[in-house]
């Protein structure tokens, strides 16, 4: 598929009627759509279709005979119609045998849907493009004893039971909208119920649904989404539309959630919170689902997009609308750091690797490749720079304008930013590259000083990406501020406000929007200087301040100003890049050269153990204790050893954890909380924070004697009241030394049986086992993928294993004889056969072999050329082809 061979459809859809008859061994579908033909050249109808079993098909109520339409395994085409027409299709389609998860398929006992991007046509001929809308009517007719609950879009207008006793019901969804907005649900479910009154007043009736025994797990999805709908009606004016908003959680689900009209359904994994099977992690993971899905309802749904190229028109609009959301409801900086630490690690690593894509695509296989990181990470950043560029006024009143001008109809990326440049009068010419180039630009930074004169010399580049040798120039907004020897911001009015006279001379524009310090230039060529007169001494320069554009910064430094940075920027993003830095270059530098290391984590270790009970200040102090991951330093360092590095993550940790001892205990014994679980700010912040300290503690301890560490987790994992203490715990006591196997084995078990029945806890169990970094664990994995709880069919629990093996597990995942590689690629392929959208990105970690070792980089291409020969999927095929084009 090609961007620029979009062509509009030629036929307007006034309506779609679907009836869906549910029995145990099939379900037949029967849709009447009213045509309307757009122009007198145009005469040939053409409907999307995969695996469908074509029962009839008649117009105007006339059946038409086979010769007198064609069909084949993609399409179903029609010639010489009349200018309006009523079309109806019966298909025959198999539930139950729909392992995909896309189209209509069974979840358990529960039927559901799931038409993004391309599923409808798994259902009934039909135009499924998101350009084409429609009115929907769906009635759903199944066995009245077995469904207590059937869903779709809209509003219910009838139930009733037949003659022949079974149930019939009917929702009319007012809204235009295209197929892969569709959706219907049908099952034996609970339901909580509650409400929303919006801003001019309306009731809205909100209802989460789940399998009865999960029903109480839902009340804090309830009050994310109130909070949401709250929150997009004071930040962006968006207020709900239909009067009541579901939400339907299932346990097989490819995604996190989707927005269908209405009628979300969601992964369990994004809806299910409680304090004994539930993390902190996925407590804010539900809160920020939740949200997303509900914002999408204007950004998505109101305003959806012309063609799939677009997808980053509501993909990545509505992860920067989600990450604001959390910001203001938890802590801004907190979020934005893991906003950064996530983009900086996958997406960065995509934008390096053979999969690279800009943020609108030009070419696709199969659009089910296309919904990565880029789309949604890179995107919203790229989101996010436009509202840095224009301030917060100007922002909202162009949001309002984009939805206003595009509401109920379908719009492009290019829409979106020709209403940022219509409210502005912003010049976005050269903006407009983040959206066409694929690539991290580079921004090299010289920084020289004589006497109170600072000159920092500026250039930009961006490796080449597939298709792409040579880059054009972006627009790229850069954040600075300047930070006194003792801490104060000296640039700007808060510079001013300080005492402090200096000037900045450049040749290029830049603001000075809020009175804290921070100036805003708009870097829109390759090379600049910027000159800072006036400075005083020992001052330093705090550069790209809330990671203002996703670039990557080669800025030589020294660590003393690192230390002065991490210590005391007002920018909390800055503090944290500037302690990982140095803790970045430690692990890559010899052992005896851990100086910097030890003094950026006394300081900060001692700030924990005197610092107020704040959340915000905890949870910063942990991130930036935090080592850099081991991915993170390798693309730092690309073609180094995975393994060595990993290791020396783990020295520095077990050095730091000696050295700083009576600082970790007592960030442990100040932290660690006998109170029953909340997962608001502070609570989640100490646990993170006494974790963080039990790590370096652990390691320490560990260094003096192997299973030393033992009594420090256990005695954790023994007393806790919650998942997030529980996890930890028994993720480290699974890393400790191999003669404590026995032990190790008594928890395994324990863990498992004590969570026996919830199924997001047992994935849980699988991917702490997956995770756990210990060499030789290769053959509890594969013993593992044949387990009876393993399940290749449910996507949490293959992830669970699968991925998180790819992921995480640095150590065994990458042993040097490519055999995790080799079984990693066994499961793929037969994940393959079941549901290629699965198999596809569970390859991911295979195609980013450009950052290893060649070693490695061999035995993975090995991997890939094989999946590569044996798959099915066209999925699967542009992956490994693509990869290996490189
Ligand atoms: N639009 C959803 C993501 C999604 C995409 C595809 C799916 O099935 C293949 C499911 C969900 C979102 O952004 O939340
Ligand atoms: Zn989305």
């Known amino acids: 598929m090609r961007l620029e061979d979009y062509q509009p459809y030629s036929f307007e859809l006034e309506s779609t009627d679907l009836t869906f008859d549910i029995r145990a061994d099939h379900t037949d579908v029967e849709s009447t759509t009213s045509f309307r033909r757009k122009n007198d050249e145009q005469n040939e109808l053409e409907l999307d279709g995969i695996d469908l079993e074509l029962l009839s098909i008649a117009i105007d109520n006339r059946p038409l005979t086979s010769n007198e339409y064609s069909v084949d395994s993609t399409k179903l085409s029609i010639v010489d119609l009349p200018e309006r027409f009523k079309l109806t299709i019966q298909t025959r389609i198999y539930p139950q045998a729909n392992t995909a998860l896309e189209g209509l398929y069974r979840s358990g006992d529960l039927y559901c849907t799931q038409c ?92 989460i649904y789940s399998e009865p025994h999960n029903i109480d797990a839902c009340t804090h999805a309830m009050e994310s989404l109130k909070r949401a709908m709250a929150w997009d009606e004071s930040a962006f004016g968006r207020e709900y539309d239909l009067d009541t908003f579901m939400i339907v959680a299932v346990e097989d689900f490819n995604m996190g959630a989707m927005e269908n009209k209405g009628l979300n359904i969601f992964n369990t994994s994004c809806v299910l919170a409680s304090p004994s099977t539930a993390t902190d992690a996925a407590y804010l993971r539900v809160e920020g689902v939740v949200a997303h899905e509900y914002f999408h309802n204007w950004s998505g749904n109101r305003v959806t997009c012309r063609d799939w190229f677009q997808l980053s028109l509501k993909e990545g609009f509505t992860v920067f609308r989600d990450s604001e959301f959390s910001a203001a409801m938890n802590s801004r900086n907190v979020k934005r750091i893991q906003d950064v630490d996530v983009l900086r690690t996958a997406q960065f690593a995509e934008d390096a690797s053979p999969l690279a894509h800009p943020v609108r695509p030009t070419s696709y296989i199969e659009i089910s490749n296309f919904y990565t990181t880029t789309i949604y990470e890179k995107g919203a950043e790229v989101v996010r720079m436009l509202s840095t560029m224009l301030g917060q006024d100007n922002f909202r009143s162009a949001t309002d304008l984009y939805f206003d001008r595009h509401d109920g109809g379908a719009a492009t990326t290019e829409d979106f930013v020709v209403a940022m440049e219509d409210v502005s009068g912003v010049n976005l010419d050269r903006f407009r590259n983040w959206y066409s180039q694929a690539g991290t630009p580079v921004i090299e930074v010289e920084e020289s000083r004589i006497n109170d004169l600072i000159t920092l010399h500026l250039k930009q580049s961006c490796p080449p990406s597939p298709n792409q040798p040579s880059k054009s120039t972006f627009h790229i907004p850069i954040s600075i501020g300047l930070i006194s020897i003792d801490g104060q911001d000296a640039l700007g009015q808060a510079g001013a406000a300080n005492g402090f006279d200096i000037h900045v001379h450049t040749d290029l524009n830049f603001e000075n929007p809020n009175a804290d310090g921070t100036l805003a230039f708009h870097f829109d060529c390759e090379e600049t200087t910027i000159t800072i007169s006036g400075v005083p001494p020992k001052s330093v320069v705090s550069f790209l301040r809330g990671f203002s554009a996703p670039v990557n910064v080669t800025f030589p430094r020294s660590n003393t100003d690192l230390l002065h940075l991490a210590t005391l920027d007002t920018d909390g993003f800055v503090r944290w890049d500037a302690a990982q830095k140095i803790l970045g270059s430690t692990i890559t530098t010899p052992a005896s050269d851990t100086q910097f290391a030890k003094a950026l984590l006394q300081k900060l270790s001692r700030s924990a153990v005197s610092a107020a009970d704040d959340g915000e200040t905890k949870a910063l102090l942990a991130s930036a204790m935090t080592l850099p991951s081991t991915l993170y330093v390798l693309d730092q360092n690309p073609g180094r050893d995975v393994i060595e590095l990993d290791g020396g993550r783990d020295r520095l940790l077990s050095e730091m954890g000696i050295a700083l001892e009576d600082s970790w205990e007592e960030i442990v014994n100040q932290n660690i909380s006998d109170s029953p679980y909340h997962a608001d700010g502070i609570s989640i912040a100490r646990r993170s924070l006494s974790h963080l300290a039990m790590d370096y503690l652990g390691a320490g301890l560990e260094k003096r004697g192997p299973g030393t560490a033992w009594d420090l987790y256990y005695d954790l994992y023994r007393r806790c009241d919650n998942l997030t203490d529980r996890l930890f715990a028994f993720s480290r006591l699974l890393r400790l030394e191999a003669s404590l196997a026995e032990k190790k084995s008594v928890v395994i078990q324990d863990f498992h049986d004590r969570f026996n029945a919830s199924a997001l806890v047992t994935d849980k169990w699988f991917s702490v086992q997956a995770g756990c970094k210990v060499s030789g664990t290769l053959p509890r994995i594969v013993e593992l993928a044949t387990h009876p709880e393993f399940d290749l069919q449910n996507p949490n629990r293959a992830r669970a294993l699968l991925s998180t093996f790819a992921t995480v597990n640095h150590r065994e995942f990458h042993r040097s004889d490519g055999k995790s590689y080799t079984f990693l690629a066994d499961q793929i392929l037969k994940l393959d056969s079941l549901n290629p959208q699965l198999a596809s990105r569970v390859c991911i970690p295979l195609t980013r072999w450009q950052r290893f070792d060649s070693g490695r980089q061999e035995r993975m291409k090995d991997s890939l050329e094989r999946i590569q020969r044996d798959c099915q999927s066209k999925d699967l095929r542009e992956v490994t082809q693509k990869s290996l084009v490189a």
């Open 116 to 207: 993004e991007a391309e599923g409808f046509r798994k259902i009934t001929y039909y135009p499924d493009r998101p350009d084409v809308q429609s009115k929907f009517t769906t009635t759903l007719v199944a066995d009245s004893g077995q469904f207590g609950v059937m869903l779709a879009n809209g509003n219910l207008i009838r139930d009733e039971i037949t003659s022949d006793n079974r149930r019939r019901v009917t929702w009319v969804d007012p809204f235009n909208k295209p197929s892969y907005l569709f959706a219907l649900v049908a099952g034996n479910l609970a339901v909580l119920e509650d409400n929303f009154t919006t801003l001019s007043g309306r009731n809205i009736a909100l209802r």
